[in-house]
C-alpha cells in the first residue's frame, strides 16, 4: 500500500507510522526523522534545514522534495510506503502525484490523524526522545521507569528545539496555514479518511487499521 500520514504537529503521526508500518511491512518513511538525521549527523542539508525546523518553518519545498525524491526510488520503497510528515503543502502534494504518477502508481489512502490544539500542546511539550535509538516517550503519557532515561536503551532523553511553547504555537499557525488545505485535495480525490487520535495509542492504531481493512 502507498500511504500517507497526516495531522497536526504532535498527533501522533511518528507514533502511529511505526506500528502501522510494520503491521503493513512498508518502509515507514518520515521527512522530519531524516532531517533530523541530518542534523546530528552535520550535513550541509542538516544545516539548511535546522534554520527552518528551529523557527518552526518549512523547509523549502525544492531541498524537501529532491530528498523525497530520492528516498521514494530506494528498493524497499517500490511495492509500498508510509510516508509521514509529506507532503506538507498542496505544491508538495501535486509533485508527488506527478512523480507517482509518472511510475504508473498512485496513492492508496491517505489517513488524518485529528486531535485538537491544546491535546497537541500536552503531547509536544512532554514529548522526549532518546539520543541513542530515536524511540520517542511523554513524561505523563508513556513515561520511562527512570526519569530522562530511555528504557529501551538506556541513552539519554532529550526535549526537541521546536517543542519550545512559543514555537509550538506557530508550527500549529503553520499547520493551519499551508498544510490543512491538503485535507480538502485528498478529499476531493476520494482517499482521505480521518482518524479520532484521542485516547490510548493503541487504540488509535486499532482505529487506522480498521479503516485500512476498509479499503482492502
Ligand atoms: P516533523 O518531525 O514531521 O514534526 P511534526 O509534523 O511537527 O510532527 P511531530 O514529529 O512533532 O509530531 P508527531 O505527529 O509525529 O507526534 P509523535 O508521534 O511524536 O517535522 C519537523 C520539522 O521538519 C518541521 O517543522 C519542518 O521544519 C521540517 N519538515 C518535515 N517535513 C517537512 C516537509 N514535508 N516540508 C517542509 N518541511 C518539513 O507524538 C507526540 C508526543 O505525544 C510523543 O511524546 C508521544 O509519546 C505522545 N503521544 C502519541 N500518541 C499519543 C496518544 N494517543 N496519547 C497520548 N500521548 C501520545
Ligand atoms: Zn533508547
Known amino acids: 500500500m502507498r500511504l500517507v500520514l497526516v495531522g497536526p504537529p504532535g498527533a501522533g503521526k511518528g507514533t502511529q507510522a511505526q506500528f502501522i508500518a510494520s503491521h503493513l511491512s512498508i518502509p515507514k518513511i518520515s521527512t522530519g526523522d531524516i532531517f533530523r538525521a541530518n542534523v546530528s549527523g552535520g550535513t550541509e542539508l542538516g544545516k539548511l534545514a535546522k534554520t ?22 530506494e528498493d524497499d520503497a517500490q511495492d509500498g510506503f508510509l510516508l509521514d510528515g509529506f507532503p506538507r503543502n498542496v505544491a508538495q502534494a501535486e509533485v508527488l502525484k506527478k512523480m507517482l504518477a509518472d511510475l ?16 497537541v500542546v500536552r503531547r509536544l511539550a512532554g514529548r522526549r526522545t532518546c539520543r541513542s535509538c530515536g524511540k520517542v516517550w511523554h513524561v505523563d503519557f508513556d513515561p520511562p521507569k527512570k526519569e530522562g532515561v530511555c528504557d529501551a536503551c538506556g541513552g539519554e532523553l532529550f526535549q526537541r528545539d521546536d517543542d519550545r511553547e512559543e514555537t509550538i504555537r506557530h508550527r500549529l499557525e503553520v499547520y493551519q496555514e499551508q498544510t490543512s488545505p491538503l485535507i480538502n485535495f485528498y478529499a476531493d480525490e476520494g482517499i482521505l479518511r480521518g482518524v479520532d487520535a484521542t485516547g490510548p495509542v493503541e487504540e488509535v492504531t486499532g482505529r487506522a487499521m480498521g479503516e485500512l481493512r476498509k479499503f482492502n
Open 104 to 119: 504508473g502508481s498512485g496513492l492508496d489512502l491517505v489517513l488524518e490523524l485529528v486531535v485538537d490544539d491544546d491535546e
Open 52 to 73: 527552518y525546523m528551529d523557527r518552526g518553518d518549512l523547509v523549502p519545498d525544492e531541498v524537501t522534495i529532491a530528498m523525497v525524491r530520492g528516498r521514494l526510488a
